[in-house]
């Protein structure tokens, strides 16, 4: 519990320091009793969960609203204290230039301005219902986007040829299943020739998905579904009472996958024949920078095939394809991954803007990319992780249709 004190002291001197926007434009004890007793209530929910998540692998459901609850407080009050900082830097050059000015006086600090709290709370109040909407309807505002890429080496019969990308279910996290049973129903709705997904299945343990077993082996597609690990699929991130338990959970988590009527690709590759032509299908285990399992050989799962044939990558971690795909000899044409979630927070106005916070971790995070002759899609995720809910970032479901690039003259 020890540890928990400095966090809570900053937690603390946080939450007073932003009180001072409130004081100034409501002055009444009603006012704070509300503040700080909701603050109370968001500190006892953080130290309880702490205090009850000793020992267990799985993060309940009521863990993650906990976070999220706390997230939707403590975000707004962290610009609320950027705001009062810089009118207290100001109410302090004042104060200074009233003692040693011209004409000289006692020091005197003005008082904090009403119009400059207003604003501060006004842009508080924007991540603060965001947040709360991000955990009612967000985590589950399915969005389908669709794009048509062009290749120079599409065989003729797969010209057209549509693929349905979903990735990041964390199955875990999941609570309700009429949302979760739409969006598969979604996923199906689009008709793909092939479905592909691209890792992290769970968020640590395979029994996460005995709820959702028959969910999901109802994905269908004409060539069949197709998966590969994510980091999050190896049990990496808890605790196991052997090396033999945790070996055993992943073998779970592929047999499930297997009953679910997925073809689990393990740094190996597939043939697609349509009209007695072909394309390849490769599939790799978890490859990732800044500390992620490379347990990804995608050399080995390129075994059998030739530079010249068209190849599809599923490969999890987006910085897999800056660090190893898109240079590759065997020149892969498409990649798709997932992994970031897009961070579940962000702005996106197509056409205009596309930013979250994750873009600063990684290069390739949301959507389509192309560099040297190679394309790259990332998934913005299905599920969520940790945070409970999605602002400005929803989940997909990817819709890629294959073209053969137009040959002028």
Known sequence: ML??????VIYILIDIYAYQAFRTLWKSPLAKWIYFGSSLVVLGLVVYMAMNSGGSRRMPAESMYIIGIFITFFVPKLLLIIFMFGEDIIRLFIGLFSKFGVQSSSFHLPSRRKFVSTIALGVAAIPFTSLIYGMVRGKYNYKVHEYALEFDNLPDAFNGYKLTQISDVH???????????????????????????????????????????????????KDGVFSVLGNHDYGDYVKWSSDTEKKQNLIDLKTTQREMGWDLLLNENRTITKNGESIK??????????????????????????????????????SHWQEQVKSHPKNIELTLSGHTHGMQFGIEIPGLIKWSPVKYRYENWAGIYEELGSMLNVNRGFGYLAYPGRVGIWPEISVITLKQKTKLG
Not at 197 to 202: A, M
Not at 289 to 306: N, P, Q, T, W
Request: net charge negative.
């Open 3 to 8: 540890r928990w004190l400095i966090p809570i």
């Open 171 to 221: 199955s875990g996290s999941f609570t309700n299943k009429e949302k979760v049973k739409y969006a598969v129903d979604l996923v199906n709705k689009q008709n793909g020739d092939i479905i592909l997904f691209t890792g992290d299945l769970v968020n640590n343990e395979a029994t996460e998905m005995d709820a959702w077993k028959e969910t999901f082996g109802s994905l269908s597609a």
């Open 281 to 318: 299908l490769i599939g790799v285990e978890n490859w990732g920078i800044g500390g992620f399992k490379k347990a990804g050989d995608l050399d080995k799962a390129c075994e059998g095939v030739d530079a010249s044939e068209f190849k599809i990558l599923m490969s999890h971690d987006p």
